[in-house]
């Protein structure tokens, strides 16, 4: 099939996989994951909380799995400038730069 040509494909087709949480049922692990929510409602501090924790390897979110050892997190944010407001906040955070 070429890449331009449209595929339907019907879900009784196909296998399920089993997905390993980091907050179960909301962050899977090594899937990409989008918070959004209204302005001010505090998505980039749970992030970066969140984010901070797992590059230390530390749970200390009530729902994050118990076993947590240091990971890499991918960080994309489209609002604040990494030199003025998200290195303050990781580093406030005590991230694993």
Avoid at 56 to 62: A, D, V
């Amino acid at each position: 099939m070429k890449s331009n040509e449209l595929s339907i494909l019907n879900l009784s087709n196909v296998t399920p996989k089993s997905v390993e949480w980091l907050f179960e049922p909301i962050i899977p692990l090594g899937i990409i994951t989008v918070i959004c929510n209204d302005p001010r409602s505090g998505k980039t501090t749970f992030a970066i909380k969140l984010v901070s924790d797992v590059s230390k390897g530390i749970n200390t979110l009530e729902y994050v799995k118990e076993e947590c050892k240091p990971g890499t997190v991918i960080f994309q944010s489209s609002e604040d400038s990494a030199s003025d407001t998200l290195l303050a906040r990781f580093s406030f955070n005590n991230a694993n730069l």
